[in-house]
């Protein structure tokens, strides 16, 4: 049975940071593309940051580059998310989420976690 469960979330004033974590069994993700996705309250849920399979060559989108860093530890089979300089905007439910290779389509991806709450507000 294949799991994904994120954790290290919080809130958080602006500017500062958090370190996502997504744990995984049944699946070794060295092996596949992890996505972290965040979903704001009524807004579409948006790909941030993919890792690839094997080398792990890292992918951002505009909106976080600089700020977030995705990593890998295959040792303990888990995806990171280092988030920084934080900002309200930022808030949302963040998801981990792996298909084969790194696309930012929701619809494409073939196991999701549950969802970590990330709040930033002063």
């Known amino acids: 049975q294949v799991q994904l469960v994120e954790s290290g979330g919080g809130v958080v004033h602006p500017g500062g940071s958090l370190k996502l974590s997504c744990a995984a069994s049944?699946?070794?993700?060295?092996?596949?593309?992890t996505t972290w996705f965040r979903q704001a309250p009524g807004e579409e849920r948006e790909g941030l940051a993919c890792?690839?399979?094997?080398?792990?060559?890292?992918y951002y989108q505009d909106a976080v580059k600089g700020r977030f860093f995705i990593s890998r530890d295959n040792a303990k089979n888990t995806v990171y998310l280092q988030m920084n300089d934080l900002k309200p905007e930022d808030t949302g439910v963040y998801y981990c989420?792996?298909?084969?290779?790194?696309?930012?389509?929701?619809?494409?991806?073939?196991?999701w976690g549950q969802g970590v709450q990330v709040t930033v507000s002063s």
């Open positions: 890792i690839a399979s094997n080398q792990g060559i890292p």
């Open positions: 989420a792996t298909e084969r290779w790194c696309t930012w389509e929701p619809g494409r991806k073939d196991y």
């Open positions: 049944g699946i070794t993700l060295e092996y596949v593309a």
